[in-house]
């Protein structure tokens, strides 16, 4: 025990807990704060634009480091800028612990200036909120949601803290030679031996990684049970790239802008295994139309996520990487397995034609230089000027299709964008994150000109703190998925359209660099141009309006049926029960 100041306790716990990186925003419940970082040397802090756009940029460098490395420290009423920030790492279960700073404890209640209900605003949408009232319950409560945040699932905690409680010293003790907890849980070994049993006589089975798998480290597990058994692999947006989509069994990304030969392949399964997946509206069930065609086995360490939607066959409770190894191991002892090269397995040969016709697809639409630009042949100038270490980021719209549909991922981690929560403007402050978690990989960034308008603010910290990306602008002068989408529904698009600045003069307003590019024989050599500039970078194209939602799910372009009763034709069903349901 030592006295200390409250602030000093905060940060020695936040450092302790694994922190190297604080983003804050100033306001006169954070001035103590500030001022006690500045003789900090082992975490690094900074200031952006706003702080949602802070708070997109710790979930880029979070994700991309798989651990709370970067906390939020945040000034009363600004505290509710952060809330779909805290959406995104929800659904994607990114872990991170933010702190709010309120108004002096004994103002509370007074009606003073910006007091904030910040833990009951903040509840719905982190995995742990709480309230100190006492400087030496500091140390203990911030190590609480450091470990939550690291939980199962994952995901961002938040601490309310009154400003009185920084400046006040008392005696404190703070956790040291703490590290993140790890879940491994293993399952039944007889539920694993059924689950072996269903996949040694399974004649078309699949796998259905999700990023489960990834935060658990199963790349290799996933690995060794699909050549184990030949069966290929489908990923979500998570995980895409944890079995290298150059690999014969890879079949790239389920889910409603997944690759059609993945949706093609789940959509004929007699046995589905879905590992570390929500089997979400988004991983797989595209809009609660898409049917579980054959027998399900899903394993997740969140058992809320069994039977969600789909009932499962064996709902297994565990950690990926442990509930794969025991799976590989039980299959070696399953009297009914033989084993041989992944290659010889019956179905193999579809496997392998089915993505061959996906990437002779891929192939084609990336070579059209039509004009105005095709949005593929952006994605593939994107592709053409990165290696396969540096990171792709992408923000919410058709752009994420087109950047998920038109890359390919050799490792896990190499995609990122707002998996689980679609919000419009997170692209470039999550790809500012993801560079600072690896700076020495090239980030490039695609976002609509509907996204970027959100975010753009952010160029002044990225100069500020010599973080350079590059931002391609997909320019359609629309807020484009919307526009397809009511055009569509109605026959008409409302509350689309945009009248645009010119990016490039706004880029270089505040001090970074771009150019417009109108030609497609111009894009590989300005993409390659904004990665070498050393700098913010930004491309604006205008493309081509022709191309919309890239659709490839069984839901094909997105309507809504006519209500019907007792059950909707999309997004009421009972979980399971597509085999009773007729799905319009």
Same mark, same amino acid.
């Not at 404190?172 to 996949?199: C, F, N, Y």
């Given at each position: ?45 900074? %200031? ?14 979070? %994700? ?39 108004? @002096? ?28 009232? +006492? ?13 939550? !945040? ?149 394993? @997740? ?206 880029? +270089? ?10 030609? !497609? ?41 006519? +209500? ?14 597509? @085999? ?5």
């Amino acid at each position: 025990m030592a006295l200390m100041r409250g602030a000093d306790a905060i940060l020695d716990t936040l450092e302790e807990g694994g922190t190297d990186l604080l983003v804050g925003y100033i306001g006169h419940t954070t001035q103590e704060l500030a001022d006690a970082t500045r003789e900090r040397t082992g975490m690094r802090t900074m %200031y952006p634009a706003t702080e949602l756009g802070g708070a997109h940029l710790i979930n880029g460098y979070n %994700y991309i480091k798989g651990r709370a490395a970067a906390a939020g420290l945040w000034h009363t009423c600004g505290t509710l800028l952060i809330p779909m920030a805290l959406y995104e790492g929800m659904f994607s279960r990114i872990p991170s612990v933010h702190l709010g700073f309120n108004v @002096d404890g004994s103002f509370k209640g007074r009606d003073s200036m910006q007091e904030m209900p910040n833990v009951e605003s903040l509840a719905p949408t982190t995995r742990y909120a709480t309230r100190v009232e +006492r400087p030496d319950k500091l140390p203990e409560t911030i190590n609480r949601a450091i470990q939550r !945040a690291h939980g199962s699932p994952a995901g961002p905690t938040f601490v309310d803290i009154p400003f009185d409680l920084t400046v006040d010293i008392a005696e404190m003790d703070i956790p040291k030679g703490w590290s993140a907890p790890t879940h491994r849980p293993g399952a039944d070994p007889e539920q694993i031996r059924a689950v072996v049993d269903l996949a040694v006589g399974a004649k078309r089975p699949v796998l259905i990684v999700g990023g489960g798998a990834v935060s658990s480290g199963a790349d290799a597990e996933v690995k060794q049970l699909a050549e184990l058994l030949g069966i290929p692999v489908t990923t979500t947006l998570t995980s895409q790239g944890i079995l290298p989509e150059s690999h014969p069994l890879s079949l790239g990304t389920s889910g409603p802008i997944g690759w059609r030969c993945a949706n093609d392949w789940i959509a004929d399964a007699d046995l589905v295994i879905a590992v570390g997946s929500r089997i979400s509206e988004w991983g797989y069930s595209q809009s609660f139309t898409a049917p579980m065609p054959g027998r399900l086995v899903h394993i @997740d360490t969140d058992s809320d996520q069994l039977g969600n939607f789909y009932f499962p066959e064996i709902g297994i409770v565990g950690d990926a990487r442990t509930v794969l190894r025991q799976i590989i191991e039980a299959t070696r002892q399953n009297p009914d397995f033989i084993e041989a090269p992944y290659q010889e397995r019956a179905h193999h040969a579809a496997v392998v034609e089915a993505k061959e016709e996906w990437v002779v697809q891929k192939r084609r639409r990336a070579q059209v230089d039509e004009s105005p630009i095709s949005p593929w042949r952006v994605v593939d100038a994107i592709e053409s000027a990165l290696s396969p270490e540096d990171v792709i980021v992408s923000d919410a719209g058709n752009n994420t299709g087109w950047i998920f549909q038109g890359t390919t991922a050799e490792r896990s981690r190499r995609l990122v964008t707002t998996f689980g929560g679609g919000v419009l403007g997170a692209g470039f402050p999550m790809a500012l994150g993801a560079k600072l978690a690896r700076p020495e990989s090239n980030v490039v960034v695609g976002v609509g000109d509907g996204g970027f308008g959100y975010a753009h603010n952010e160029i002044a910290l990225a100069l500020r703190e010599n973080i350079p990306v590059t931002i391609v602008v997909f320019n359609d002068s629309a807020l484009g998925a919307n526009k397809g989408f009511m055009t569509n529904l109605y026959g008409q698009p409302s509350w689309t359209a945009l009248n645009n600045p010119d990016f490039v003069a706004l880029a +270089r307003a505040y001090g970074a660099d771009g150019e417009r590019v109108e030609d !497609a024989g111009d894009l590989d050599a300005a993409v390659k141009r904004g990665v070498g500039s050393g700098t913010v970078y930004v491309i604006d194209v205008p493309i081509s309006s022709a191309h919309e939602y890239p659709a490839t799910g069984s839901g094909g372009k997105v309507k809504w049926p006519a +209500r019907q009763w007792p059950a909707d034709a999309i997004g009421t069903q009972s979980p399971g029960r597509f @085999d009773r349901l007729a799905v319009g």
